[in-house]
T-cell receptor
Framework: GQSLEQPSEVTAVEGAIVQINCTYQTSGFYGLSWYQQHDGGAPTFLSYNALDGLEETGRFSSFLSRSDSYGYLLLQELQMKDSASYFCAVHGKAGTALIFGKGTTLSVSS | DAGVIQSPRHEVTEMGQEVTLRCKPI?????LFWYRQTMMRGLELLIY????????DSGMPEDRFSAKMPNASFSTLKIQPSEPRDSAVYFC???FGGGGAEETQYFGPGTRLLVL
């Protein structure tokens, strides 16, 4: 079967750093994506990792270890506006649908 | 590009009525996806199309649900008859496909459906 595991909730304060982990069990793994969804909004793409290592985009970074079937999203210098749900999603072979995790709700307080 | 367009944005209907949700994908995208999101079940893939052809409809909950894509720029998701348990946010998303980063999906704003 295929499964993704991520924590359901994470809390942090403004200015802090938070890491959201994602472990997966799938057949035919081709990459890992992260999406952000604010309350009442639509999921929006944040990052994509196909190879092992760290990808940095501003305050957000995403890491992948294919050998460990593990990835994480790192959010630095947290701001209140980062309060949202974050989904990891596994890419299968071309032409197949992404498999989304159940999401992690991040709450940032002042 | 305007992004993925969905209509209506909100729909309130009574049990037993037919509901039709509409989606216009991003021009040039070959893949179109329909999702349903609820607090209890999270984000569920209902069906997806490649070049207007349904590829996988195993997520469609039951025969009351049907989806069509008559051309590259339009898709509908129909529920007939609707039931209160169908209340959810329905998202349409599109992508280029082709593997790797081109599988990135772009979501529409969603249709918030309430069946009374």
């Amino acid at each position: 079967g295929q499964s993704l595991e991520q924590p359901s909730e994470v809390t942090a304060v403004e200015g802090a750093i938070v890491q959201i982990n994602c472990t997966y069990q799938t057949s035919g793994f081709y990459g890992l994506s992260w999406y952000q969804q604010h309350d009442g909004g639509a999921p929006t793409f944040l990052s994509y990792n196909a190879l092992d290592g760290l990808e940095e985009t501003g305050r957000f970074s995403s890491f992948l270890s294919r050998s460990d079937s593990y990835g994480y999203l790192l959010l630095q210098e947290l701001q209140m506006k980062d309060s949202a749900s974050y989904f990891c999603a596994v890419h299968g072979k071309a032409g197949t649908a992404l498999i989304f995790g159940k999401g992690t709700t991040l709450s940032v307080s002042s | 590009d305007a992004g993925v367009i969905q209509s209506p944005r909100h729909e309130v209907t009574e049990m037993g009525q037919e509901v039709t949700l509409r989606c216009k994908p991003i021009s040039g995208h070959d893949y179109l996806f329909w999702y349903r999101q609820t607090m209890m079940r999270g984000l569920e893939l209902l069906i997806y199309f490649n070049n207007n052809v349904p590829i996988d409809d195993s997520g469609m909950p039951e025969d009351r649900f049907s989806a069509k894509m008559p051309n590259a720029s339009f898709s509908t998701l129909k529920i007939q008859p609707s039931e209160p348990r169908d209340s959810a946010v329905y998202f349409c998303a599109s992508s280029f496909g082709g593997g790797g980063a081109e599988e990135t999906q772009y979501f529409g704003p969603g249709t918030r459906l309430l069946v009374l």
